[in-house]
């Protein structure tokens, strides 16, 4: 059996006290997450929590893909908490560990309905980047999964984009780990940052556009060469229900279907 990871203790993150106010815009049945108007960070549908609404949170999930049954996942940022709602409920087996720097993001957890579970669930208000950096140092077991996710006010956070940030994900993976991370398609840096990607984990990557194409998500795996055909072949759903098979099948094709 695989021990959990021991976390660092870790401050509140720098400038916490001046972090950004976002915030919840509820109308049809959805509550929203904002910043700015013009930038959405999350959305919920009130009758379904758990539901993955927005279409590059479908995306992230391929890595249900390389793994079904990840030990340990972290997440760097939290949102609305959509991603971490979805691997509560149907990965009952797994870890939840989750890096946020805004404490008033943090303090909207019960406004998106993200459950308590101190046994499964650890959330941390730290910078992301510090933190991943702090647990490259343990010798203990690591993460399977690493999503990251962090965007502010500003868009992507710089720090969640550097080459010593990705090299640090590379160290904190388990042999046969995987990071995802979500960036803007359409950053005037995004080559830069997939370039960082790649020099980190020595070329093992896999990019998709989300459905809607504002997202770009980044798979790149610790170990094994990513094998196309190995992926196209299985059927990663196979032992979810249906309710996990309706959100994400479509989407697993869609990913098949693009990969190259």
């Keep these: 059996m695989k021990k959990s990871i021991q976390v660092p203790a870790l401050t509140a993150a720098p400038g916490a006290s001046t972090a950004e106010l976002p915030f919840v815009f509820t109308a049809e049945g959805h509550k929203s997450l904002y910043f700015t108007l013009d930038q959405l960070q999350s959305r919920m549908c009130s009758q379904r929590p758990t539901h993955l609404d927005v279409d590059y949170t479908r995306t992230m999930m391929g890595f249900l893909m390389f793994n079904r049954e990840p030990a340990h996942i972290a997440m760097i940022g939290l949102g609305g908490g959509?991603?971490?709602k979805f691997c509560y409920r149907h990965l009952p087996a797994t870890q939840l560990t989750v890096v946020e720097i805004n404490p008033h993001v943090i303090a909207l957890r019960a406004?998106?309905?993200v459950p308590d579970d101190p046994d499964r669930i650890s959330v941390h208000c730290a910078d992301g980047a510090d933190f991943v950096r702090q647990?490259?140092?343990?010798?203990q077991p690591r993460f399977d999964v690493i999503l990251v996710?962090?965007?502010d006010c500003q868009g992507q956070a710089a720090s969640l984009c550097s080459q010593d940030f990705y090299e640090d994900c590379y160290?904190?993976?388990s042999p046969r780990g995987i990071m995802v991370a979500n960036l803007h398609h359409d950053h005037p840096e995004h080559a830069t940052f997939t370039d960082r990607i790649r020099n980190a984990f020595e070329g093992n990557l896999m990019e998709i556009a989300s459905k809607e194409k504002s997202n770009s998500i980044l798979f790149a795996c610790k170990g094994p060469r990513i094998s196309v055909n190995e992926l196209r072949d299985k059927d990663s759903l196979a032992h979810f229900d249906q309710e996990?098979?309706?959100q994400l099948q479509k989407e697993f094709s869609r990913i098949s279907w693009l990969m190259n």
């Design 111 to 113: 406004e998106f309905q």
């Design 171 to 173: 160290l904190a993976l």
């Design 82 to 84: 959509s991603l971490l």
């Design 244 to 246: 996990v098979r309706d």
């Design 149 to 151: 996710d962090g965007f």
């Design 135 to 139: 647990i490259t140092s343990q010798i």
